[in-house]
């Protein structure tokens, strides 16, 4: 029995080109069936251009409109009821597919999967969560974008969920969870982590106190909570980084003959460094808390990043994340 | 005439070794006069521990309480009125000295400062404003941790403060000012940068909209604004990243035998790379929007930040930054 993965072929930077070459990757190795999502002409011009397409379990569910960067989630949703993310989002909750892909509009994504599946019981907001690498071992950050707008409760719920996803995602039996603010000491923060630090206290978790910013790679938690918008800065402040360290590092090596050996030398190890910290290889945010699975990608996702988020989104469904996390945080009285 | 600063020799980790080991690198190679505030027995012992300090500027205010990294700042001010970093502020205020540092507990040496100095006309709360190096130029980032908790208002005030201190500070003209939030288009963020992004339009800057985390360090802006838990966490994270990416090569480049050439080969490179990025270079970061000068150093300073933080201070007297800053604030009508 193939899983089948409804994708947004209409969303991401380089779309449908990018988002069916790594969905047909995944389709070929790993024996994924796809519902690509959007408007027919492109999407099968693209699909002709891969060889052996035949072969594979595709269907195409043609809808007209689509979501653009620009506009404001909410309006365009409600403005344009065929949008691709939309009718991607409703053929999971009809039982075509078995959970949603878009690497388009973050809040477009997580409204459209909002209103199609619904929360979980005990679940008031959704949060993306994302693996970061670490000294030591992966770790999960969430809220990265899902919620940019928090209350305390939130992080009590996301710290909850985040605990869930490290067991299932990352093997990590008792997760130490962290709440991410400006100091140590639980007096310092500002209003939101100072009063979810209190509840943070008490919840049903292993709570390791605040986290600094310094400290989130350096491995001191396996769980970091955050609101939706410090995430996001957090996640696309250390991807800005890595691009710049790279660039300066190549500058700098470039600068004298005997540094251009060093340079050739040590690509090899370039390479290996660069693939511990790219969001690539992970490919994409699971939406917690929601009654229905959802992989949010990066909007500049690459072939092998969605290839990676497929592959995940699979994953997701034979690993039976979605009843695992249900079970976890019904178990927890959370309001 | 020397121009004299005010130390908190009591504040930071390694307080008062290190703080007083970078400031006298600064008196002795600068002809810059030292106020150091604090306990005068344990500062009288790190003194004797250098060669040549009696023909240097240097007066010792003996103080016999300090405020704790763990304590709240609020209520360690109101039951310590001896503590060293609110005598260096009131030093200041007095006359004694011409700017104050601190690399001790950041909400207290806000605190002392705004307490001593009081705030400029046209602004309704102070922003530590910090160089961040970018792939085209130096920028300021602000608020980076003074004001956790932020109005929009406040935000425009931070916008107007930056751009004059990106003229003084950086010579940059006509400052380009982005506002760090999830997405470049005005209908993203939360509600804080949403309402600020507004204002910022019709403000008297250069505004250059909404920035994304991935692009600060790509020198789209050349002054950053947010508020101060956001700052101070994209601050953080990015010290730490730098940190980890500097572990991860290295194990990658011990790896094999070729790469160990190459990391040998490579090693000067390296350096300069470093120091691009390394914080220390700035030393630290000039509080505005306060009637006086004072700089915040981190918390792990070492004794070249503290030097290099000193001279920060003892530049921004003969540069005359606090009379600029005053005057460009009140030429723009804030309220």
Do not use: W
């Not at 917690?288 to 092998?304: F, M």
Request: aromatic share 4%; net charge neutral; with cysteine.
């Amino acid at each position: 029995l193939t899983v089948r993965i409804a994708i947004d072929a209409m969303g991401g930077d380089d779309a449908p080109a990018s988002i069916i070459a790594g969905a047909l990757v995944a389709a070929r190795h790993l024996q994924i069936g796809l519902l690509l999502v959007g408007a027919r002409d492109p999407i099968e011009r693209q699909l002709s251009r891969h060889p052996g397409v035949t072969s594979l379990d595709i269907d195409i569910l043609d809808t007209p409109e689509r979501v653009d960067m620009a506009e404001p989630a909410a309006v365009a949703l409600r403005r344009k009821p065929r949008a691709s993310i939309r009718a991607a989002a409703e053929a999971v909750r009809g039982g075509r597919a078995a959970a949603l892909f878009s690497a388009g509009h973050t809040g477009a994504s997580v409204m459209a999967a909002h209103a199609a599946f619904g929360r979980l019981p005990g679940v008031d907001r959704p949060a993306l969560a994302t693996i970061i690498p670490t000294r030591e071992r992966p770790a999960v950050l969430l809220d990265v974008g899902a919620t940019v707008e928090c209350r305390p409760q939130h992080l009590v719920q996301f710290a909850i969920m985040g605990a869930a996803y490290a067991r299932v995602a990352l093997g990590c039996e008792e997760p130490r969870v962290g709440l991410l603010s400006v100091g140590e000491e639980e007096s310092k923060g500002n209003d939101l982590t100072r009063e979810a630090h209190q509840f943070l206290k008490s919840a049903p978790i292993r709570f390791a106190g605040n986290i600094e910013g310094r400290d989130i790679y350096a491995g001191q938690a396996d769980v970091i909570v955050c609101d939706g918008f410090t995430g996001n800065i957090t996640l696309k402040v250390s991807e800005g980084l890595v691009d710049t360290v790279e660039t300066l590092l190549h500058e700098e090596l470039s600068a004298t003959f005997g540094t251009r050996v060093g340079y050739l030398l040590s690509r090899q190890a370039y390479r290996r460094f660069r693939k511990r910290l790219d969001y690539s290889e992970y490919g994409g945010a699971p939406l917690l808390g929601l009654n229905g699975l959802c992989i949010v990608g990066h909007g500049r996702s690459s072939p092998k990043a969605v290839r990676n988020a497929v592959a995940m989104a699979a994953r997701a469904v034979s690993d039976g994340l979605l009843h695992r996390l249900a079970r976890e945080v019904s178990a927890h009285s959370m309001h």
